[in-house]
């Protein structure tokens, strides 16, 4: 027999976007389920998480150190210490950051004479906190100052070289005038080199190349318009200052001459400042790495 049975359930309809699904609402990808925090969080920007060309390393570790306390360590061998990644990843991930503006490490010297690197993170490259938390001047001003320009900030002072011989200060010019040629944000007007040119010859007279000085004050920039390029170069030029050579007759019979002292360099393993030609890992980092056959 071939009759129907009308008791039995029809064939079940596939349910079709936008038909029978309540809004037409897709269930594809991620779905937040998001509880508001009142304590206990840090703020993270979507420039940051959702970086283009940062990987996801160097995102994940920005957060991390823009969620730690001030003075809280984050060096390499401490971050290695508490994440599973090793020395090497955690030290590229630091030079991505580095590269984007997230991160500042300067190397300064203590009043002790040890040379220390400074790190200063940054979770909007191109803002500083100062310039943002200003109070803003009041809106109304005097009639007679209303067409008044507002003055310029001075630039930060720089150091002065002991002897500012006019040949010294002719050749600091010329380092500062051709540091456009490698990053032409780096244009400099003619007051700003003036008062640039002294910080300058303070490292010429240190018997410091002009290709080295060139080198400390433009490389790692941060990846964003330079606001006042002047006033990047002029802390540089202090922070960065390297000390005085001895006198001749101070000097050890085997220390070398001042010709062949080599720039100071962040140790890729460590975080700790040396002298090298190129940068790289310090003397106690390479004999590890030889000893371990790295």
Request: with cysteine.
């Amino acid at each position: 027999m071939d009759t129907e049975n009308p008791s039995a359930p029809s064939r079940a309809r596939s349910r079709n976007r936008g038909t029978n699904h309540p809004a037409g609402r897709s269930f594809a990808g991620v779905v937040h389920d998001n509880v508001r925090h009142t304590e206990n969080f840090t703020v993270i920007g979507n420039d940051l998480a959702q970086h283009q060309q940062l990987s996801l390393l160097a995102i994940g570790l920005a957060c991390y150190i823009q969620s730690v306390r001030t003075g809280t360590a984050v060096d390499i061998k401490t971050l290695a210490a508490r994440f599973p990644e090793g020395t090497t990843r955690i030290s590229a991930a630091l030079r991505e950051l580095e590269a984007h503006g997230y991160l500042r490490r300067t190397r300064e010297r203590t009043s002790t004479g040890q040379v220390v690197t400074r790190t200063v993170s940054c979770n909007r490259p191109g803002h500083s906190a100062a310039r943002e938390t200003a109070p803003r001047r009041p809106a109304r001003r005097a009639a007679a100052t209303a067409d008044e320009p507002s003055p310029r900030k001075r630039l930060p002072a720089v150091p002065q070289p002991a002897f500012p011989a006019p040949v010294l200060l002719q050749a600091a010019v010329e380092v500062l005038v051709g540091l456009r040629r490698l990053d032409p944000r780096l244009f400099l007007s003619a007051t700003d080199a003036e008062h640039l040119a002294p910080g300058v010859a303070a490292w010429l007279e240190r018997d410091v190349p002009p290709s080295v000085v060139r080198r400390a004050l433009t490389e790692n920039l941060p990846d964003v318009p330079l606001v006042r390029p002047a006033a990047l170069l002029a802390h540089r030029l202090t922070a960065q200052l390297p000390p005085l050579p001895p006198l001749p007759s101070a000097r050890a019979a085997d220390a070398p001459p001042p010709d062949l002292r080599h720039p100071l360099h962040t140790c890729e393993t460590c975080d700790r400042a040396f002298r090298a030609p190129e940068p790289g890992h310090c003397g106690d980092c390479r004999s590890e790495l030889v000893a371990s056959g790295g």
